[in-house]
């Protein structure tokens, strides 16, 4: 019995089966029918060379059309095709042959399945590695291009506002001057609330502007002498109007390391606990408790804002200090400053940690979760590096400390 001459034999029942077992629908299994008889030239040669690899262009050509109508039908993949084609192969020669020759033939064409199906699953195995891996690329691309569009959106929306804002701004304080002494109050009261509304607008455009420059790497710290005490004594000072009115009380604990000089952005410094300290008032519910304090750690001063509010969801934790973040129920947005929930546009804590980081400090909270009645509380933690260098040689020299590495 010569192999390749009865292989040719059994090659039109093999394609029909395989097409009618394999392919739904005429135009599906036309397509199909080609590909099956290109595969079985290819398995004719592989048989009588002696060499499997005759099918790899071929299967490698299948693994790689993931949405190759005929083959994919059904979600097929190759390894089920060519399991599928074994199996009526094995049929077709044990129907038409004794059993001696149908062994025979079986035994010639298995080692070029097995190569085959090695193949398949190797290959197919990349080809989803390659599909996942672009797909991901893909994802991240977009990603960043919607972070990137969100960033530009914030620096352009705070440019546009901020024009109009300083007219409105200007000619409400000219006007009021102009009515100074004019025995009229009652336009007066009205101009007090413009201003009143300017200066929230010019507070959430000062945000949008200080985010931008987080963003875009291009928050300039000017770094000089600070001292934690007069900043909290400054920020307490600033916060009493609320505090009083929300019966809270806020205590500043001494602590090693806060009356110490450290070289950072007073301003910029201020600005990012302020923000900690608003939010611990917005957050807690009348008559709590906030609570500065802090420790000294090699190299690093920690300060902790802790308060007895309703403390933050450890899902949230990860969240509040991206931008826009955290941005709550819109019905409860207020551009007060202290009422109590009174969420905002979320800008404050991203401020708060791109600042930190700028200074080479980190930014966290811990809270045990969010609860309205029983308050856990949240406590903010910042790390700031001590040195007793100035950053900036001239500044140094000014000050008559040597420069670092002079
Ligand atoms: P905003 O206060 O403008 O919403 P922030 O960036 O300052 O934005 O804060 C983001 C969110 O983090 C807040 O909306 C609030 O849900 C939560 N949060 C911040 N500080 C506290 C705190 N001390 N206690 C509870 N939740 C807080």
């Known amino acids: 019995m010569n192999i ?19 392919a739904r629908g005429a135009g599906v299994r036309e397509n199909f029918q080609d590909q099956l008889e290109r595969f079985y030239e290819l398995l004719l040669q592989a048989v009588e060379s002696g060499d499997p690899a005759w099918i790899d262009p071929l299967l490698l050509e299948w693994c790689n059309a993931p949405t190759q109508s005929a083959l994919r039908e059904g979600d097929r993949n190759v390894s089920e095709v060519l399991n599928r084609m074994l199996l009526t192969t094995y049929e077709l020669v044990r129907e038409d042959l004794n059993s001696q020759d149908a062994m025979e033939v079986f035994g010639a064409v ?13 290959c197919e195995l990349e080809s989803r590695i390659a599909f996942i891996t672009s797909d991901l690329a893909q994802s991240q691309a977009r990603m960043e291009r919607l972070d990137q569009s969100k960033s530009n959106f914030i620096s352009v929306a705070a440019h546009e506002l901020k024009t109009p804002l300083t007219l409105v701004e200007g000619y409400s304080a000219m006007i009021r001057e102009s009515l100074k002494g004019d025995p009229g109050r009652q336009a ?30 291009l928050l300039d710290l000017s770094f000089q002498p600070v001292w934690l005490n007069q900043l909290f004594a400054l920020i307490r000072n600033e916060q009493m109007g609320s505090l009083l009115a929300r ?76 931008k826009f973040g955290q941005l709550g129920d819109a019905a409860l947005h207020s551009s007060g400053k202290s009422k109590f929930k009174g969420g905002g546009p979320g800008l404050g804590l991203p401020i708060a940690r791109g600042i930190i980081e700028a200074h080479g400090g980190s930014i966290w909270v811990e809270s045990e979760g969010f609860d309205e009645s029983a308050c856990p509380g949240s406590t903010f933690h910042v790390l700031l590096p001590v040195s007793s260098e100035a950053p900036d040689p001239k ?12």
């Open 4 to 22: 390749p001459d009865t292989l040719k034999e059994i090659r039109p029942a093999w394609v029909r089966r395989n097409a009618n077992s394999m």
């Open 110 to 122: 298995l080692p070029v399945f097995t190569h085959g199906l090695e193949k398949a699953a190797r």
């Open 188 to 217: 007066d009261a009205m101009l007090e609330g413009i201003q009143t509304g300017v200066r929230r607008l010019r507070t959430l455009v000062d945000d949008m502007v200080d985010v931008s420059l987080i963003d875009n790497n």
């Open 247 to 322: 019966r809270q009380t806020l205590t500043i604990q001494a602590f090693p390391g806060m009356e110490q000089m450290l070289f950072a952005d007073p301003e910029r410094l201020y600005q990012a606990f302020r923000n900690l300290v608003s939010n611990a008032i917005k957050y807690t519910p009348d008559e709590g408790r906030i609570t500065i304090s802090g420790r000294m750690l090699p190299g690093f001063v920690e300060v902790t804002v802790a308060d007895s509010g309703i403390g933050i969801s450890l899902e949230d934790q990860q969240v509040i200090f991206e």
């Open 395 to 406: 500044l140094a020299s000014l000050l008559g400390i040597d420069p670092p590495g002079g």
